[in-house]
């Protein structure tokens, strides 16, 4: 049975940064993408960041370039999302996903999800 288990989520101030960590397993995961979506109070979920298999490629959101890294690392099966200058509005459940379609950032784009871990900032 496939697993996702998310951690490193908390409270921040404003400016600060968390680094958050996604450790699957269940399954070879071999060429597959994995990705971090958040969900905001009142919004629909939205796509944070993905990174390929090698990750030689990655996608990142508009609002969250230059100040989120994502990382992976395959002998550990687990994916990281370093988070810098975090601000309020970067307040949300923050959710890792796992898929075989390659660098998507949409939802449909992954068929394994983790619980999420809640990412307080205050101003």
């Known amino acids: 049975q496939v697993q996702l288990v998310e951690s490193g989520g908390g409270l921040v101030q404003a400016g600060g940064s968390l680094r958050l960590s996604c450790a699957a397993s269940?399954?070879?995961?071999?060429?597959?993408?994995m990705g971090w979506f958040r969900q905001r109070p009142g919004k629909e979920r939205e796509s944070v960041a993905a990174?390929?298999?090698?990750?030689?490629?990655?996608y990142y959101a508009d609002s969250m370039k230059g100040r989120f890294t994502i990382s992976r690392d395959n002998a550990r099966n687990t994916v990281y999302l370093e988070m810098n200058s975090l601000k309020p509005e970067d307040t949300a459940v923050y959710y890792c996903?796992?898929?075989?379609?390659?660098?998507?950032?949409?939802?449909?784009?992954?068929?394994?999800w983790g619980q999420g871990t809640q990412v307080t900032v205050s101003s």
């Open positions: 269940g399954r070879t995961f071999s060429n597959y993408a």
């Open positions: 996903a796992v898929g075989r379609y390659g660098l998507r950032s949409d939802v449909s784009g992954y068929e394994y």
């Open positions: 990174i390929v298999w090698s990750g030689a490629s990655t």
